[in-house]
């Protein structure tokens, strides 16, 4: 079998996760590591020791994308690099595998989702929350109809984050950006991410202990769905208390309550606890990322798009956007992208 050739821009904390999925896959292999600060060649030649592989490190992308034979990338570099790396990977042909956020702008979004469109690659964003076995599994029995039609969801993403880049608007984006879009994308998936949002209202406040956010750290967000569901997300940037994704969805058979489900087949009190991993740790060798690596290589396999490529991951963003315009408004905003 020829192994897929590919390149990680940015062997930060993310990346080791990111080789490791491919290390593990057979039909992968890491091509190139592509470097943007001088601790980065310390850190490629810990992952090589760590995996076993023998790839160059560049510290020019450029020269990286010429000269290493790479066909996929992952953009694992900091939020506000992913636009420019993403778009210099998918120019010249490679399938693309982005961490979150996508993009900071919307601007940015579309030039992304308009640049991979055009050049017809494989494009994937990481919103890495679907990929848990227990969320995968509760995802699986709602498909099947054990909770009847989800009318009602929520979602919350609670962390605390620590690190400069994390705190800062320019390179972090946002609350949201950082991680409150896990919260909004599993919403979307579990209410169904092509269901068309009418309207959302968003607020807002700024940090209440930490002093080096420069942007509002927790913030709440109300979807209307076009057919009248209703959706809450809600996220915290300075959380001082242990990591926690909340996730509870109302079907008019039953629902969901984080790792636990109640259906038509159990007493009126009661809740089965899904087995299988659910996000309750922060740190990213918990993350099923080479789940993720797996799917992404799939996509490329079969020459389909993921359900997360650009065009599809890109709905969440905007949904960003307008939360973002109505917290910083005061005033609902009505959702016209679907
Ligand atoms: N899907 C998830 O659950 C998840 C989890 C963690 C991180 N992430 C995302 O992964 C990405 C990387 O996060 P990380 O924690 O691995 O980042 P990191 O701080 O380890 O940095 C990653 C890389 O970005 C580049 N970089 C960082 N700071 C830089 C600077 N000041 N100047 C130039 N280049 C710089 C370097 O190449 C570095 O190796 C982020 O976008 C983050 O949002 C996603």
Not at 17 to 37: L, M, N, Q
Not at 139 to 165: C, M, N, P, S, V
Not at 229 to 245: C, I, M, N, Q, W
Not at 325 to 334: E, F
């Amino acid at each position: 079998m020829v192994k897929k050739r590919v390149m990680i821009m940015g062997p930060g904390w993310v990346a080791g996760e990111h080789i490791k999925g491919y290390c593990r896959d057979p039909r992968a292999e890491v091509a190139a590591i592509v470097g943007f600060r001088p601790e980065d060649a310390a850190q490629c030649e810990r992952y090589r020791q760590q995996y076993g592989f023998a790839a160059p490190y560049y510290d020019d992308l450029g020269k990286a994308i010429a000269e290493s034979g790479a066909q996929a990338a992952s953009v694992c570099t900091i939020n506000h690099m992913h636009y420019a790396n993403a778009l210099a990977a998918v120019e010249a042909g490679l399938h693309v595998f982005c961490e979150k956020p996508l993009a900071l702008t919307p601007e940015q979004v579309d030039g992304l989702v308009a640049a991979a469109r055009s050049r017809g690659v494989v494009t994937h964003v990481g919103h890495v929350v679907r990929w848990y076995s227990a969320v995968a599994e509760l995802k699986r029995k709602a498909e099947a109809g054990l909770f009847g039609t989800l009318y009602y969801g929520e979602a919350d993403y609670f962390h605390q984050y620590i690190g400069e880049w994390k705190t800062k608007a320019a390179t972090g984006g946002s609350t949201w950006l950082m991680g409150g879009i896990h919260a909004l994308d599993l919403l979307l998936h579990f209410m169904g991410h092509d269901s068309p949002v009418a309207e959302v209202y968003g607020v807002w406040q700024p940090a209440q202990w930490r002093k080096d956010f420069d942007y509002e750290t927790a913030s709440c967000a109300i979807l209307r769905f076009a057919d009248g569901r209703l959706g809450k997300v809600a996220t915290d940037a300075e959380s001082a208390v242990p990591y926690t994704f909340r996730l509870r969805l109302h079907g008019t058979k039953g629902g969901i309550n984080q790792a636990f489900y109640h259906s038509p087949d159990m007493p009126p009190k009661q809740w089965a606890k899904q087995e299988g991993q659910y996000p309750d740790d922060w740190h990213v060798a918990e993350h099923p990322f080479p789940a993720e690596v797996s799917y992404f290589l799939d996509c490329i396999e079969s020459g389909r798009d993921s359900d997360l490529c650009f065009a599809r991951a890109a709905k969440a963003y905007h949904l960003i956007f307008a939360i973002e315009h109505s917290a910083r408004t005061g005033k609902p905003v009505r959702f016209t992208r679907g």
